[in-house]
Every structure is written in C-alpha cells, then in structure tokens.
C-alpha cells in the first residue's frame, strides 16, 4: 500500500496541467461573466499549480461563479465542479489528484442548476429627494435583479441629485433585500442630499500666458449660479475650444465655504506657442502677457 501511494506520488504532475469546461447557461451574457469570473481559466496558463493549489482554485472558483450567478437575479443557483470526475467534497479527491499524471491533462468540468431568475420587488427612496428621482432610477417591480442595473440606478440617482443643485451628495450602495419564498429582491436607496448650494469663488492655475480678465470674460459659469454638473461641463469646454489649452479641468471644492457656496477651480494647461496657429488662436483679446 506504501509503495502504491510512493509510485502515485512519484509520477504526479507538479505543476498539473488540467483543461476547464464550463457548461452553458443559455445566456451568453451570463456564460460570458462566469468566464470571466473564473481563476481556473485566466490562471491556467499564467499560474500553473501543482495539485493541492488546484483545488483550492477550484474551490475558490466556486464562490466566484455564485457571486456571478446572483448578478443575475439566480440566488438559488447551486454550482457543480468535478475534477477528473470526482466533486469537491469527494474525501478521495486530493487522492485522485496527487496521483494525477501530466497526460493527460486533468479534466475540470463546472456546471450550473440556475433556478428560478428573481425579479425586483419594491423599489424605494428614503430622504427628501427631488420630484423626479425615482423615475430616473429606470427600475420597476418585475424586472429581473441584476446587478448591473442596480449600481446604475444608484450612479443616476447620484447625478440626478448634483444636477438639481446638491453638490455634496451621496448615494451609498443600495440595501437589498431577499424575499425567498416570493423568489423577490427589494431594493432600498438611501441618498444624502447634503445642502443645496450656489456656485462659489472661482479662481484659476496654470496660466503662464493668458490673462485671468480674459478667462473671467470669456467664462460661462459666475458666482452665485446655481451648481450642476452640466454648467461645469459646459464652462469647462467653452474654455477648451479656443484652443489655447491642452487640458482643462474643473475641480470643484470637496466642502462649502462659510457662505455656503461650493468653490471652483479651473485647472489649465496651455498649449506650448510653437503648437497653436497664432493668428487664429492668439487674438488680442487673450491679454497673452509678452515679456520684452
């Protein structure tokens, strides 16, 4: 019996080459997630194992594969590996495995029983939020829960709120909630809105050449405008198409001043001289300080 145990040992592979079969959902969006989520596949070439680390892989690759299918609404979804047809809690598998040759290459099979596909079920806000916030969520009782679609909800929720003049706003990940028996998931957003605010202070970095009248005139966005994103945005690429800037940025401040206003700095970096048109970018009104 020793001397079975030895010879298998001996002619182990180390690493152990192995192949992968994941079996179809019928949904390639899902098919497409759990390769993707799979170490078994992204490491077999790069991190060859030797037997013991291969199951643990597998194992690993387990719960990546359940994270995957509950992306997709498939809560009750159970997840099957095998390797060299026998299941992870095989007691003879590291057995089987340590005893495994090179060739060949050890067969790891994963297949899925998805169950029944939950949809959402009550989908709510708490806090004062404006009028419109929920139905810019674009969720609705019955559609399937996916995950991707609740983190999305939960980025326009926040663009929603700083477009309405919250610029400190925040939506933390929403609360989900599992109804097994109904096969639901409820979801709970709870946004803080923190206080409305005006646009504040504007100032300006990185003018080499160009006058800060200039930018003050040529500017779209004052003091004391109301704060959105879009008039930011807007600001920031008015400023851009004179050409006389490779990169603008508009950074807003990370808290309200004492009045209440949200700070704004226009980061700007300029064009090196010899790479504009002068006729057609520098016209006198850019102020352009010439040094004699």
């Given amino acids: 019996m020793v001397a079975t145990v030895f010879a298998a040992r001996l002619f182990a592979a180390d690493p152990q080459p192995y192949d992968v ?11 497409a997630a759990l390769k993707g989520s799979s170490t078994l596949l992204s490491l077999q070439k790069s991190a060859p194992v030797g037997g013991f680390a291969l199951i643990e892989r597998a194992r690993q690759d387990q719960q990546r594969f359940q994270a995957a299918l509950q992306s997709f609404g498939y ?4 997840v099957h ?15 089987t495995v340590d005893a495994a040759p090179e060739k060949p290459p050890l067969p790891i099979e994963a297949t899925f029983d998805l169950g029944p596909q939950f949809k959402l079920g009550k989908v709510t806000i708490t806090g004062d939020v404006p009028a419109n916030a ?10 399937p829960a996916l995950a991707a679609d609740v983190l999305a909800a939960q980025g326009r929720l926040l663009n929603t709120l700083r477009s309405d003049g919250y610029p400190l706003a925040k939506v ?3 609360i989900a909630t599992l109804e097994p028996a109904r096969n639901l998931l409820d979801v709970e957003f709870q946004p803080d809105p923190g206080r409305k605010a005006d646009i504040g202070p504007i100032d300006f970095s990185g003018m080499k050449t160009i006058n800060e009248s200039y930018l003050r005139r040529r500017l779209q966005l004052h003091q004391g405008d109301q704060y959105s994103p879009q008039a930011l945005n807007a600001a920031r690429r008015d400023l851009t198409s004179t050409g006389v800037f490779s990169s603008v940025r ?3 401040a990370t808290a309200l001043d004492a009045q209440g206003q949200l700070p704004v700095t226009f980061d700007l970096t300029e064009r090196p001289l010899h790479a504009v048109d002068l006729g057609a970018a520098y016209s006198t009104d850019l102020g352009i300080n010439f040094t004699t």
Avoid: M, W
């Fill in 75 to 78: 809560y009750k979804a159970t």
């Fill in 250 to 252: 508009a950074v807003p």
């Fill in 134 to 143: 929920a139905e810019q969520l674009h969720l609705k009782s019955g559609q």
């Fill in 21 to 31: 079969s994941l079996k179809p959902t019928g949904n390639a969006a899902l098919d």
């Fill in 172 to 174: 933390p990940t929403p």
């Fill in 81 to 95: 590996i095998t390797i060299g047809g026998h299941a992870l809690d095989d007691p003879t598998l590291v057995s």
